[in-house]
């Protein structure tokens, strides 16, 4: 106490809330919608003064000309008792619809915080002006709008996905919608991290959520095993991580990752140190995203794990562990460019070409998924080794083609998965075009723009990313990812073939969406052509997210 | 807007940019056909009884514009630009959906809608009664679209786009009866091989943009002449490398003799008259670039001779009727690689155009033949058709005649102006191949007409041979009169008014040098043209109209090892199925065998830390955890090995 008294008082920075709205509002929403599910019968009891709470915040925020944010405060205050009121008995439904309309805000408040970063509302062209936020803890940039856009994008489909999964298996447990939108709040917050501190936090905020989500189907062996693998080994990865950064640190002297790539740039760093930190943190953040050969879990996990799960997984955490690569090779380490582009390059190639003629020989969809992702994540490493304006918004352009086209995929797995029970074989698919076309065909498109082709998004995906390659003068690594394609076609199309030019069992039942399903698949194909043919809004984006805090 | 483009040579391009007029609605030619796919697919169950008219009108619709629009360019000669749309933007990569309209899309067009709506009319009768008889037509209008595309596009990426969904629609369609399993094989087949030769387009796409900037075809057709021959040299033979696989020749061509598990129309449509010509569009479209690199252009040269000679001697001993065509198409896709190589460019189109005409009639001939017969395809089970078919007997002697080069048919014009551009562009030896090709093509196609039509009955009595319904024969009729008078009516002599008409949008070879062969004149070439053809047919009547044919395969006037040898069509396809599968299935194998095997080995040397982490896992009954983090670890020290050796 003594001490204290003689101490200076310690001066709070400012928080500026507004540059982590959207994580706020999703935290909040997900402690609210644990809380109510605690509830169960008194549900209004939490459900209103949750409402006031928020509503207040709500009309303080608009009296301070935060318009949007306390727009969204005040609609999701209002549709908290709603919900409750309206499915007295479904705790389920109230969660689903909890965290959907959560998400929807979240997307609000992004592109609130992106309008308000834009500069030049005269010109056509819009280039963002990155902000930092939280004395440097936080990086508003392109990186974090469009990271953001994809995670929230993707938790946002995922809910209704997997909803009527959820309950089929019986695992529609109340944990289930807060632990995703807290793993959403980890991928946004690994998208925004801008010192080393924080994007430790935020990568176990993240992974900690989907270990538990992996092992959700608690009477599932496969599950169990997929929960128990993913945490031993990220465990491991994340230890090879820290160790990492602690050597950065040791190196640098510096946290905040522009203030690293600084020290890293001059010549009386330590530079053994430095480059033993940036080994380390390659393989810690290569495990995240699945390079091989660090890229062992995912098969096991991807199967065993619910297919909602999956499917988020797939597409989420890759999007934000290529948000954390992006930033901390462009950002903290361009001193060491000529050190990590070519082994960066090397892991892309044999990552493409591995998962593509692994998923050649497998069996099982979802498995066969597993690979399919490992794959992209070599694709995806070709616009962060190229360096540039263009590799950057090509890979974060890459991730949101990726995230439409394999959250179709694996909803349409959820459809065939929901009757027919257990793991869907290539089997289990023949005739599917003639029994349900609607979802073979949509089955169909999502593997065609996995694979590339014209017009879907994965094609405009890969283009981008290969013609950024091209740029930085790797064109042998982009042949190779042409090779790869054409190699991955195979088993992508053997998928569709298997369901158009084969003969149905009539024996096996016929895949089910529910409402939710359904919607989340066309909402999925839909932006799968929509992404193939009008690109052009989301890749401006991605253009003008070149900006960075450095 | 009126623009003026100047070639590199000095030639002036008259670029219209222009969004009203019949140009202006240009962007419905391929909008048409893709509604009708749309609308087929999606009121199957309620119109599934319309489904052919809507398919019909859309066809029909978009060859009424296509004509006008070609009206337009034919009345107006200039290279017309209409503006769409931007499909991506970004960071200095700008691709429209524009369209380029010039005289050589005028043609290109016409001719994909013209044989399109024939084809559509034929498939009525041919296809009535088959259970997805609806599906049928709109994969049908789906193609017509894509091709469309592909012909309309002023980009090569939009180009690809068409390129890569004619492909998707030609798989469609080629697996489209896929109770037989081997149908569903050659539909992958044919989409694998392509994407083999979409690797080498891609990788040409980006070193276009890398060398010029754009993929504007417009851009980069005048910017070519200042580019280093070695770039030029680079670029042909990467677009080179995917016009093989699309337009099936060697040594990609294995797909197309698959493709004809298909349904006929479909391989008189896509497999002879119009996708399996892309490739040679894409070379002319490009011809600008290619006149660089002298040396690229002889490559092309070679690869289309040899095609044509490899592919007709195949086509010799065939005994399918779809099979005999299907390397005929081959070999006649060899002509017009071979004229592009030589530098014959309006050449090349001519055939492409004539081709069309004769090798759309013989297959319609075929399918009309197969319908009669009970799908039998055997051509020693048939024989002395003529009785009882004479407008399809008729039809196919004319398709014949055109395709042996008889004059004053379609054909002899176009492959004997390709010969005589080879003799006088100094390709001697080219040119003696593509004189015995043309002996090979008369007599092969000549043994086929005779085995079908002539001679007595070989068929039994099991089947009742009929003459087709007029939905089939009118299209036949309509091909035939083309076959027959085409040649003449468009190019008669080497200058005639197709080659004035093209003439603009081809790249110029005044600066190339060539000189002929020889002292022939071409009052001594176009003889010896024809002294060819008559020498194949001639053969062909003796060997199979003279002789007693009774007894079948076994009557071939020739055997031994060269007979055998293309009889089993020189065990290529074998060959390839060793190679390719056989080896990228042991690349996987070896993989797999990598994933299960040597990871779990290898744990036991990696070191204590991975064991004592192991066993957690192990406790816990995961299997290979423990081999897991032994690899990462593993991996993870090469890495920091790698990276620590460039720094201490």
Not at chain 1, 199 to 225: I, W
Not at chain 1, 356 to 365: S, T
Request: aromatic share 10%; charged share 10%.
């Amino acid at each position: 106490m003594f001490l204290a008294q003689a101490t200076e008082p310690l001066e709070i920075p400012e928080v500026a809330w507004s540059s982590f709205a959207p994580e706020l509002a999703l935290t909040a929403a997900a402690l609210v919608l644990l809380l109510i599910a605690i509830a169960k019968g008194r549900q209004q009891l939490v459900a209103v003064p949750a409402a006031v709470v928020s509503l207040a915040a709500g009309i303080w925020l608009v009296t301070q000309q935060l318009v949007v944010p306390g727009g969204v405060a005040i609609a999701l205050g209002l549709a908290l008792p709603a919900l409750v009121f309206a499915f007295p008995r479904r705790g389920s439904l109230v969660q689903a619809w909890g965290a959907g309309l959560a998400l929807v805000g979240a997307l609000v408040l992004t592109g609130w915080q992106y309008l308000t970063v834009l500069e030049g509302g005269g010109t056509e062209v819009a280039t963002i002006v990155p902000q930092a936020a939280l004395a440097g803890a936080l990086a508003n940039d392109g990186i974090a709008f469009f990271t953001r856009i994809t995670v929230y994008l993707t938790g946002l489909l995922v809910v209704p996905i997997g909803y009527g999964y959820l309950q089929d298996r019986r695992i529609n447990r109340a944990e289930v919608e807060p632990l995703l939108l807290l793993a959403v709040v980890g991928m946004a917050a690994l998208g925004t991290a801008n010192d080393l501190i924080t994007l430790f936090v935020a990568l176990e905020v993240l992974s900690l959520a989907l270990y538990v989500l992996a092992g959700l189907a608690r009477r599932d062996r496969r599950s169990q095993e997929a929960s128990l693998k993913y945490f031993v080994l990220g465990a491991v990865a994340s230890a090879i991580l820290l160790y990492g950064m602690a050597l950065t640190y040791v190196a640098s002297g510096e946290l905040a990752l522009p203030a690293i790539g600084s020290s890293l740039g001059l010549v009386t760093t330590d530079r053994v140190v430095a480059t033993l930190g940036l080994a380390l943190i390659t393989v810690g953040l290569g495990f995240k995203v699945a390079l091989v050969p660090f890229h062992l879990w995912t098969p096991d996990v991807y199967q065993g794990s619910p297919t909602n799960v999956t499917a988020f997984m797939a597409a989420a955490t890759k999007a934000a562990g290529f948000a954390a690569i992006l930033r901390l090779y462009l950002v903290a380490f361009p001193g060491l460019q000529g050190l990590w582009v070519p082994v960066l390059a090397v892991l892309a190639a044999l990552t493409m070409l591995y998962g593509a003629y692994l998923a050649l020989v497998q069996r099982d969809l979802k498995r066969m998924l597993a690979y399919s992702s490992i794959t992209h994540a070599g694709y995806a490493t070709i616009g962060v080794v190229a360096v540039s304006d263009a590799g950057l918004s090509g890979t974060l352009w890459y991730l949101l083609t990726y995230a439409v086209s394999t959250l179709g995929a694996f909803a349409c797995v959820i459809a065939i998965e929901r009757t027919r029970g257990g793991e869907v074989g290539l089997l289990e698919l023949r005739g599917l075009g003639r029994t349900s076309p609607a979802i073979a065909g949509i089955l169909s498109l999502c593997l065609l723009s996995l694979a590339g082709l014209p017009p879907t998004a994965g094609f405009v995906g890969k283009l981008v990313v290969f013609q950024a390659g091209v740029q930085a003068g790797l064109t042998w690594l982009v042949v190779i990812g042409v090779l790869s394609s054409v190699v991955a076609a195979f088993f992508y199309l053997r998928i569709a073939g298997t369901m158009f030019l084969e003969d149905a069992d009539p024996a096996l039942p016929l895949p089910a969406a529910s409402s939710g399903l359904t919607v989340g698949t066309a909402v999925s194909a839909a932006l799968v052509v929509f992404l193939g043919i009008q690109p052009q809004l989301f890749l401006q984006v991605a253009d003008s997210a070149a900006a960075l805090v450095r | 807007m009126k623009l003026l483009a100047v070639l590199a040579s000095g030639v002036e391009l008259e670029v219209v940019e222009t969004t009203s007029g019949l140009i202006g609605l240009a962007w419905l030619i391929p909008l048409v056909p893709l509604l009708g796919f749309v609308g087929v697919l999606l009121a199957t169950r309620a119109l599934a009884d319309r489904a052919a008219t809507i398919a019909m009108g859309a066809a029909a619709l978009t060859f009424v514009l296509s004509a006008a629009v070609a009206t337009t360019v034919i009345l107006e000669p200039a290279t017309y630009v209409r503006a769409m749309p931007t499909w991506i933007d970004v960071g200095g990569f700008t691709v429209t959906f524009e369209l380029l309209i010039d005289q050589l899309t005028a043609v290109m067009l016409l001719v994909v809608t013209g044989v399109g709506l024939l084809v559509h009319v034929y498939s009525v009768g041919y296809m009535h009664g088959d259970s997805r008889y609806p599906r049928y037509f709109g994969y049908l209008n789906l193609f017509l679209a894509s091709m469309l595309i592909l012909v309309l596009g002023s980009n090569l990426l939009t180009l690809f786009l068409g390129w890569e969904l004619v492909g998707l629609s030609s798989y469609l369609l080629i697996g489209f009866w896929f109770e037989s399993r081997s149908n569903a094989a050659a539909a992958k087949k044919a989409f694998v091989t392509n994407r083999v030769g979409d690797v080498s387009f891609m990788v040409g796409m980006f070193l276009t943009f890398a060398t010029f900037g754009t993929l504007d075809i417009l851009d980069v057709v005048t910017d070519a002449e200042a580019l280093a021959s070695g770039t030029a040299f680079a670029l042909v033979l990467l677009f080179l490398g995917g016009a093989v696989a699309k337009s099936a020749q060697i040594p990609l061509y294995v797909w197309l003799p698959d493709a004809m598990a298909g349904p006929t129309p479909v391989s008189a449509l896509i497999h002879a008259a119009t996708m399996v010509t892309a490739g040679v569009y894409l070379l002319v479209r490009l011809s600008p670039l290619l006149v660089v690199s002298v040396d690229a252009m002889e490559i092309i040269a070679w690869v289309g001779a040899l095609t044509a000679l490899f592919a007709a001697l195949i086509a010799v001993r065939q005994d399918g009727i779809k099979e005999i065509l299907a390397y005929s198409t081959i070999s006649q896709l060899g002509f017009m690689f071979l004229a592009v190589g030589v530098g014959a460019f309006r050449e090349s189109i001519f055939h492409l155009v004539t081709h069309a005409f004769f090798k759309g009639l013989l297959f319609l001939v075929a399918g009309s033949v197969m319908h009669a017969m009970a799908n039998r395809t055997d051509i020693w089970q048939m024989g002395g058709l003529r009785k009882v078919m004479p407008v399809t007997f008729w039809t196919a002697a004319i398709g014949t005649a055109a395709i042996a080069g008889v004059p004053p048919l379609a054909g002899f014009f176009s492959k004997d102006q390709i010969l005589t551009e080879a003799y006088f562009h100094g390709y001697g030896a080219i040119w003696i191949i593509g004189l015995v090709a043309a002996v090979l093509t008369a007599f092969y196609m000549s043994r086929w007409f005779i085995l079908i039509f002539l001679g007595r009955p070989r068929y039994g009595e099991v089947v009742h041979p009929h003459e087709s319904p007029p939905s089939m024969t009118v299209p036949l009729i309509v091909l035939a009169v083309l076959s027959a008078i085409g040649g003449l009516a468009l190019n008669a002599v080497h200058t005639g008014p197709l080659y004035r008409f093209l003439e603009p949008t081809v790249g110029p070879i005044d600066q190339l040098g060539y000189e002929p062969v020889g002292p022939l004149e071409e009052a001594v070439l176009i003889p010896l043209a024809i002294v060819a053809a008559a020498v194949g047919i001639l053969l062909a009547y003796l060997a199979y109209a003279r002789r007693d044919v009774s007894s079948g395969r076994m009557s071939e006037p020739v055997s031994g090892v060269g007979a055998e040898l293309m009889e089993r069509r020189f065990f290529v396809d074998e060959a390839y199925e060793k190679v390719f599968t056989g080896a990228g299935g042991r690349v996987a194998q070896a993989m797999v065998w990598f994933d299960t095997r040597v990871i779990d080995g290898l744990v036991d040397g990696a070191g204590a830390v991975s064991v004592a982490i192991g066993r957690v896992g192990r406790r816990a009954q995961t299997g290979l955890v423990r081999s897991y983090v032994g690899v990462v670890l593993l991996g993870a020290i090469v890495l920091v090995g790698v990276l620590m050796a460039q720094v201490v």
